[in-house]
């Protein structure tokens, strides 16, 4: 495990999380993730920081509203949120961590799209 970074694109936010340099992530085809391109690392929210930035987010919730999207309100990119399916931790956007520390990134995808169905038939990375 290491200390990656990472953050927003006008830097306003900024946040480290722990993981290890060889992640597993995940490739969701709903609605939200799909169009944005977000690639999820969940951890838990101990392994989580928020450095910088959290007077600059702002939150969008729908459906059931467990999941709460972190946005910065500057440049409007969502590098981390809570997510439904862990709303005891944090999905961090892989593509907002900062370059040097993921030595290998594998890819899943998941059913969004049926999120019921997907959660069901998905299987944590060991």
Same mark, same amino acid.
């Given at each position: 495990? +290491?200390?990656?970074?990472?953050?927003?694109?006008?830097?306003?936010?900024?946040?480290?999380?722990? %993981?290890?340099?060889? @992640?597993?992530? =995940?490739?969701?085809?709903?609605? =939200?993730?799909?169009?944005?391109?977000?690639?999820? +690392?969940?951890?838990? %929210?101990?392994?989580?920081?928020? +450095?910088? /930035? /959290?007077? %600059?987010?702002?939150?969008?919730?729908?459906?059931? !509203?467990?999941? $709460?999207? +972190?946005?910065?309100?500057?440049? /409007? =990119? $969502?590098?981390?949120?809570?997510?439904?399916?862990?709303?005891? !931790?944090?999905? @961090?956007?892989?593509?907002? @961590?900062? !370059? !040097?520390? @993921?030595?290998?990134?594998? =890819?899943? %995808?998941?059913?969004?799209?049926?999120?019921?169905?997907?959660?069901?038939?998905?299987?944590?990375?060991?």
């Amino acid at each position: 495990m +290491l200390t990656h970074t990472g953050g927003c694109h006008c830097g306003r936010v900024r946040f480290e999380v722990i %993981a290890p340099a060889n @992640i597993d992530v =995940v490739e969701c085809d709903c609605s =939200v993730c799909s169009p944005v391109g977000f690639l999820h +690392l969940i951890v838990p %929210a101990e392994r989580f920081k928020l +450095l910088r /930035g /959290g007077d %600059a987010l702002t939150t969008y919730t729908f459906n059931t !509203g467990v999941a $709460k999207h +972190l946005f910065c309100a500057t440049c /409007g =990119v $969502k590098s981390f949120y809570v997510p439904r399916s862990h709303p005891d !931790g944090f999905s @961090i956007n892989a593509r907002c @961590i900062d !370059g !040097g520390t @993921i030595q290998s990134m594998t =890819v899943s %995808a998941f059913n969004g799209r049926d999120w019921e169905e997907g959660r069901a038939a998905y299987r944590e990375p060991s």
